[in-house]
């Protein structure tokens, strides 16, 4: 099924108005708002690393606030258990049986705030409804319905009481975000409108659970030539043979990119991916997945090092047009 221009313009209509709906709350950070909210319609989840007090969290509420949609906080700290995320049985006297509580996975958006604060087992609590949509207690598996997201916060320079995140579950993450430091004039405008009150209280929904669904079924449809598909493929191979990492990039990780450039192409109201789709994902996409050596580290090289050398060294395909 091809996208129409109809259906691209009511597409970018509801993209842009979340984004600018995120945007009174969460200013200077435009790049990192269209990210999050292309994560939501493309089906993944997201890990947001960054230092306290750069608005992590305010922007996941500032997400789920703009959609009519379920949302719960889960609060990660070390005595949370796999229960308390998933739900639990308990027994009902006057009905004489078990009856399911359902955890705060159970919503639309759900904010893991400091997610390597809880233990190992707790975390991996989430993998399974963050891949499969679905959650297994005491046999029965329920399903999760559309849409759902997870978005994680954890602080990076903190480590003592933490679990870091095993590579499994990283790579469940379509993206890993960073906020960065807002400039000074997006800072002094921050004073003069957060000053007084936040204007997250002012916040309403902009559009329906509903209408992320539907934009989820057009990005679906943005069509990706063969020749772009070997172009991410080849940027994957790139990584897996780069000599100064451990750990290329998986599968997964290809099935993101796609999912992602097809999202960026039809915000940009493009019926088709282009090669410059998949370069604008490729690092918040790939960042978290990649393992570098440590006699790399030593000397000095990153992984937006290496990301860029491989997207300087992989050939771009020639420039296409819409497939008819």
């Known amino acids: 099924m091809q996208v129409t221009a109809d ?6 209509e509801r993209f842009t108005a979340v984004a600018d709906n995120i945007e009174h709350v969460i200013q200077g950070k435009r790049e990192t708002v269209e990210l999050i909210t292309s994560c939501l319609v493309s089906g993944g989840h997201v890990l947001i690393e960054d230092v306290p007090g750069v608005g992590k969290t305010l922007l996941a509420k500032s997400l789920a606030r703009s959609i009519d949609c379920s949302y719960q906080r889960i609060q990660f700290t070390p005595d949370l258990l796999p229960s308390d995320v998933t739900g639990v049985s308990v027994w009902d006297r006057e009905a004489g049986a078990f009856t399911f509580r359902a955890g705060p996975i159970f919503s639309n958006v759900v904010l ?7 233990s190992p087992k707790t975390q991996a609590a989430l993998l399974e409804a963050m891949e499969e ?15 759902f997201i997870v978005v994680a916060t954890q602080n990076p320079i903190e480590h003592e009481g933490t679990y870091p995140l095993p590579e499994a579950q990283l790579d ?21 409108t957060h000053g007084d009150r936040s204007t997250f209280e002012d916040l309403r929904p902009v559009i329906h659970a509903e209408d992320v669904v539907r934009m989820a079924e057009i990005a679906l449809h943005v069509h990706v030539a063969d020749v772009v598909k070997g172009y991410i493929i080849d940027i994957a191979e790139a990584t897996r043979e780069e000599p100064d990492l451990l750990l290329g990039a998986s599968p997964r990780a290809s ?12 915000v940009a109201g493009r019926d088709y991916v282009s090669p410059d789709d998949v370069k604008s994902v490729l690092q918040p ?10 006699e790399a580290q030593m000397r000095g090289v990153t992984i937006d090092k290496i990301l860029e050398a491989v997207t300087g060294t992989v050939p771009v395909p ?7």
Not at 7 to 12: G, S
Not at 133 to 147: M, N
Not at 255 to 266: G, M, S, V, W
Not at 285 to 294: C, G
């Open 7 to 12: 259906e691209l313009a009511w597409f970018d």
């Open 112 to 118: 893991g705030d400091e997610i390597n604060r809880a």
């Open 133 to 147: 949509l679905q959650v297994t207690v005491d046999g029965v598996t329920r399903t999760l319905g559309p849409p």
């Open 172 to 192: 469940r993450f379509m993206m890993r975000l960073r906020m960065g430091y807002p400039t000074r004039s997006k800072e002094l405008e921050m004073l003069d």
């Open 255 to 266: 099935l993101f990119l796609q999912r992602a450039a097809r999202t960026t192409a039809a």
């Open 285 to 294: 996409v790939l960042n978290h997945r990649l393992i570098m050596r440590p």
């Open 318 to 324: 020639g420039t296409r047009v819409a497939a008819g």
